[in-house]
């Protein structure tokens, strides 16, 4: 079946730590997205790719750091710099640039401070 | 700028009580209007998309309205298993889904 896999499901970071989340898709969309979610708020979006090689910051980039070498695979690093990691992180697709397109979710990273 | 309300945040009901979620925006140039609905723990599964005002779309007990300054979604009859968090998102412009904005969701829980 086709989707989006987000690993791990729970992580723990100590200070100072930089930690990685995993995000693949076999959906072949070209667009992947990194969100991120806090009790009570709407999702926010960190980065977006659209192909190959090319990312750009979202609304709340700071303290994170993305990569996006293969059309598959678009994991985000929370570097140390982000001084409120805690939060539940989702990571999405979609098939198609400038349009209506709608977004695919994978099952989302909890991630909490030591 | 653009925003998006949901009310209520949360909302309680008997299984077979009918009710309706509200999502009020305000964006300069709708390109469309999306609802998702959230499990516990897991990501957002796409719903409907409404483009245009006076625009309808039917799931099962779900129906989804537009308007130019909100959207409703109506649940006929809810079981149990509607129970969930329901997100409504607006794109505005002409840049994609970049431009996504979320509303804080609906939280639903229905009892049997």
């Known amino acids: 079946d086709g989707g989006i896999t987000q690993s791990p499901k729970y992580l723990f970071r100590k200070e100072g730590q930089n930690v990685t989340l995993s995000c693949e898709q076999n959906?072949?969309?070209?667009?992947m997205y990194w969100y991120r979610q806090d009790p009570g708020q709407g999702l926010r979006l960190i980065y977006y790719?659209?192909?190959?090689?090319?990312?750009q910051k979202g609304d709340i980039a700071e303290g994170y750091s993305v990569s996006r070498e293969k059309k598959e695979s678009f994991p985000l690093t929370v570097t140390s710099a982000q001084k409120n990691p805690t939060a539940f992180y989702l990571c999405?697709?979609?098939?198609?640039?400038?349009?209506?397109?709608?977004?695919?979710f994978g099952s989302g990273t909890q991630l909490s401070v030591l | 700028e653009d925003q998006v309300t949901q009310s209520p945040e949360a909302l309680r009901l008997q299984e077979g009580e009918s009710s309706s979620l509200n999502c009020s925006y305000t964006?300069?140039?709708?390109?469309?209007l999306f609802w998702y609905r959230q499990d516990p723990g897991k990501g957002p599964e796409f719903l409907f998309t409404?483009?245009?005002a006076g625009e309808e779309k039917e799931k099962e007990r779900l129906k989804a309205t537009l308007t130019k300054k909100e959207s409703f979604l109506h649940i006929t009859a809810p079981k149990p298993e509607d129970s969930a968090t329901y997100l409504c998102?607006?794109?505005?412009?002409?840049?994609?889904?970049?431009?996504?904005?979320f509303g804080q969701g609906t939280r639903l829980t229905i009892n049997p």
């Open positions: 959906l072949n969309h070209d667009a």
């Open positions: 409404l483009y245009s």
């Open positions: 790719s659209q192909i190959v090689n090319d990312f």
């Open positions: 964006v300069s140039g709708l390109r469309g």
């Open positions: 999405a697709s979609s098939i198609a640039r400038g349009v209506n397109e709608k977004l695919f």
């Open positions: 998102a607006v794109q505005a412009g002409i840049q994609g889904a970049q431009k996504l904005v």
